[in-house]
């Protein structure tokens, strides 16, 4: 019997005076919804604090040993799910949820200034597209330079860029919850397919 494949998909906790976070409540869908019997998914809430993000997704990749992981934050200024190509290093001056920025103002000290991830989002958006979804899909090269770009470089410097970040609009900006529940389920499938064909082209 085929070993499961195991993804990890993560959302944030609310902050800025938000009660929820449209992120975690699509993740809460997804992990409703599934990926499928052939995977084993595992569904993470990540806090909005810097010096947690540095120490849990590292742990996450050494302790999981994920086949591809997901992010997914809000933004507030998006208005159809965006797939982030590369994650930041440097410009991180924005405090979080505990008042805290780094002093360096990075992810990685000495690290690359972006990372992309192995997955070709706009391949990703595309396939989602045509499957008729109805959610719209759109691509992105600046993750926004706070929890959501730096959990994003962070992840992808531990996990050999085996990594992917969703950003989501706010929940009823025009999207239930439901709606990026399955809009999600969509994009890690075709993102396990992209996985799965360079795998194969590989061999």
Not at 13 to 18: A, K, L, R, V
Not at 53 to 62: A, E, T
Not at 87 to 113: F, I, M, Q
Not at 186 to 202: I, P, R
Request: proline fraction near 5%; hydrophobic fraction near 35%; charge should be neutral.
């Amino acid at each position: 019997m085929p070993t499961k494949k195991k993804v990890i998909v993560t959302g944030f906790e609310p902050f800025g005076g938000d009660k929820v976070n449209s992120s975690w409540e699509a993740v809460k869908e997804l992990k409703r919804l599934g990926l499928g019997n052939s995977v084993d998914l595992h569904v993470q809430e990540i806090p909005v604090e810097y010096r947690a993000v540095k120490d849990l997704l590292p742990s996450l990749w050494k302790q999981h040993q994920p086949h591809l992981v997901v992010h997914v934050g809000v933004s507030g200024i998006a208005t159809t799910v965006t797939l982030e190509q590369l994650g930041n290093n440097l410009g991180y001056k924005r405090p979080d949820n505990v008042g805290y920025s780094p002093e360096c103002g990075c992810c990685v000290v000495g690290g690359p200034e972006t990372i992309h991830s192995v997955l070709d989002m706009e391949g990703v958006r595309q396939r989602v597209k045509e499957s008729g979804l109805g959610v719209a899909v759109s691509t992105s090269l600046d993750a926004g330079r706070y929890l959501c770009d730096y959990s994003y470089y962070t992840s992808l410097y531990a996990g050999q860029r085996r990594c992917g970040f969703v950003h989501v609009p706010p929940l009823e900006e025009p999207y239930s919850s439901k709606e990026l529940g399955l809009a999600l389920q969509a994009v890690v499938t075709e993102m396990l397919g992209l996985l799965a064909k360079a795998e194969g082209t590989e061999k």
